[in-house]
């Protein structure tokens, strides 16, 4: 497997759309994508020539602004946002989360909207725990 946080191509997209439904009716999401990579945002594990997982999160101070505009973020905020994060392989979600503490560094706190619910928060480092076995 190779993690990597190399720019978005369109087989992206198509995978964000094939492993989370929810995804499907985003638009502007090659838009959103590119934002998301030129801001340092996107990771993404491969297999040979196979995307295979893909994660995008970005840190806020506000989680109710980052939970209504996918667009806001502050380099300095305490709270660790994650957009999307899916892969099915095993193990593929304790890499990104792995990708992401390299890229953000451990902040105070993990937050994000599963399947279009509510918002749930987290410790960072018990999130840490949940996915990875700790940061």
Known sequence: MTITLDQPTPRTAEFMRETYPLSIGWEHMDA????????????????????????????????????EDYYHF??????LWVDISTCPLA??????????ILRFGVREGVAFRRNGGRVRMYDFQRFSELVAGGA
């Open 32 to 67: 959103w994508l590119d934002w998301a990579w030129r801001q340092g945002f996107v990771g993404q594990i491969w297999q040979g020539d196979s995307l295979v997982g893909v994660a995008v999160a970005r840190p806020v101070r506000d989680v109710q602004k980052a939970a």
């Open 74 to 79: 502050d380099l300095t905020g305490p709270i």
């Open 91 to 100: 193990g593929g979600l304790a890499n990104l989360w792995y990708m992401a």
